[in-house]
């Protein structure tokens, strides 16, 4: 991981592996921006109000990268208003962009994008106080179209191949006669 004084000159190094509470903006200062930008572990991204999300929002909004890649071995469960902060990152580069889906100007703001693909609760917490909550799926079709060239799921059963599981009973006082160890 790098310090403070080697991020400096970046300009001697090919590959750079941070995590995403590094210093973006002393990146952006310095003038780097990389053409490719990987991002592992990407559901730590999901939440927009985050500073680590909004850091590393700028960092490839204003780098537009070549490349951008996130990779997660943990599933978005099931609420799609986690996929906002998400495609919002992929869509930054308009002109790379696959299939020339303008997510950024039909979802301007995570509202729209909920009311788009989730269906709207209103929970009264007291008389004057009312929160909106975001459930379900809908237009999923839709969905699709966006997620179409930028999301590939694979099932960790299609793909691991582990050995038998084996069972053995085996009674510890056979084998160890001291009772201390109990």
């Known amino acids: 991981q790098l310090k403070k004084k080697q991020y400096e000159d970046l300009s001697e190094y090919n590959i750079i592996i941070c995590s ?3 210093p973006y903006p002393d990146l952006c200062s310095k003038g780097f921006y990389p053409q490719i930008i990987v991002g592992d572990e990407c559901h730590y991204l999901k939440n927009e109000k985050a500073q680590r999300t909004e850091k590393f929002h700028k960092f490839v909004y204003e780098g537009e ?10 599933p978005i469960d099931n609420n799609i208003t986690e996929w906002y902060s998400l495609l919002s990152l992929l869509y930054y580069n308009p002109v790379r962009v696959p299939g020339g889906i303008a997510f950024q100007k039909d979802f301007p703001y995570k509202d729209k994008f909920c009311e788009t693909f989730c269906f709207r609760h209103e929970k009264h917490i007291s008389r004057h106080r009312t929160v909106t909550e975001w459930k379900g799926f809908r237009n999923k079709d839709l969905l699709w179209k966006y997620l179409n060239g ?12 582990l ?3 084996i069972e053995k ?14």
């Not at 990268?65 to 943990?74: F, N, Q, V």
């Not at 009973?169 to 109990?182: K, N």
């Open 150 to 161: 930028k999301y590939i799921r694979r099932l960790q059963k299609d793909h691991v191949e």
């Open 169 to 182: 009973d085996v009674f510890v006082s056979d084998i160890v006669e001291d009772r201390d160890l109990f």
């Open 20 to 22: 995403y509470d590094f």
């Open 163 to 165: 050995p038998a599981f």
């Open 65 to 74: 990268p070549e490349r951008l890649g996130l990779l997660s071995g943990t």
